[in-house]
């Protein structure tokens, strides 16, 4: 099926950008999609973003590998240049980034991910988190689900938004890897994000995207991304997203 893609972005409330983000063809309608959201404070978290989500990207367009091990040689990599250049420079020590990378391949969906940015799927209506939460704050929503903790106490919660898992140039403590691959549809709309966009409801992400049903990606990426501003939240995050319509 052929694609639509739009990528773009917005610094928020914050002093630097430390989301990166980028997208190459694998084929007449197949692509690799990547999204990397750096911390570390200063300049570290956007280094820890561009060297991890760049070499990924070089990695992935160039190995001659089946999916599976295609994604994790391509972390591996990311992961050791990232160790290297921390090496190279000790006072970047503690910086790292999440990674979120789809893979659409014909009428298939394959991806790999660590942290808290998000894979969404829009289809008929309804919008499908994909891809796993690494972040304290979703391990806390479990628990108070399953009636161990107070649903304040999870709310509450100073450390909700500490991630349990980052490339940083260490052993990843989790990595979501799905490579059997998910049928993607016609009329399907992929969001790759940083938690930026979380900003926003799932209600307001759905009416987005129910108002702009007939147009292309880059008029749905700018809906989001004004969305976001006009939030007028006092410490908005950076938003980078990458919009996919088939």
Not at 26 to 32: N, R, T, Y
Request: hydrophobic share 45%.
């Amino acid at each position: 099926m052929p694609l639509d893609i739009w990528m773009g972005a917005s610094i928020g409330r914050r002093e630097n950008q430390e989301d990166w983000a980028g997208i190459a063809a694998l084929g007449e309608s197949d692509a690799i999609c990547v999204v990397a959201d750096g911390m570390g404070g200063h300049a570290a978290g956007e280094v820890a973003s561009q060297v991890v989500g760049t070499t990924f990207l070089e990695h992935f367009t160039t190995a001659q590998l089946s999916t599976e091990d295609r994604f994790m040689q391509s972390l591996r990599a990311a992961n050791d240049a990232l160790a290297a250049r921390i090496q190279g420079a000790p006072e970047l020590s503690g910086m790292g980034t999440t990674l979120i990378a789809a893979e659409i391949t014909g009428d298939r969906l394959f991806w790999c991910s660590v942290g808290d940015s998000r894979l969404r799927l829009f289809r008929n209506g309804t919008m499908i988190r994909l891809n796993a939460d690494h972040s304290y704050g979703a391990w806390l929503d479990k628990e108070a689900h399953a009636g161990r903790i107070t649903v304040e106490a999870a709310a509450n919660s100073p450390d909700r938004n500490s991630l349990l898992s980052v490339v940083g140039g260490e052993a990843i403590d989790m990595v979501e890897l799905v490579s059997e691959g998910l049928p993607l549809f016609a009329g399907d709309t992929l969001v790759i994000a940083s938690d930026g966009l979380d900003s926003l409801s799932d209600h307001r992400m759905l009416a987005i995207l129910s108002g702009n049903r007939e147009e292309n990606a880059k008029t749905v990426g700018q809906s989001f991304l004004e969305a976001v501003e006009a939030e007028q939240r006092r410490y908005q995050d950076n938003t980078t997203l990458i919009v996919v319509r088939l």
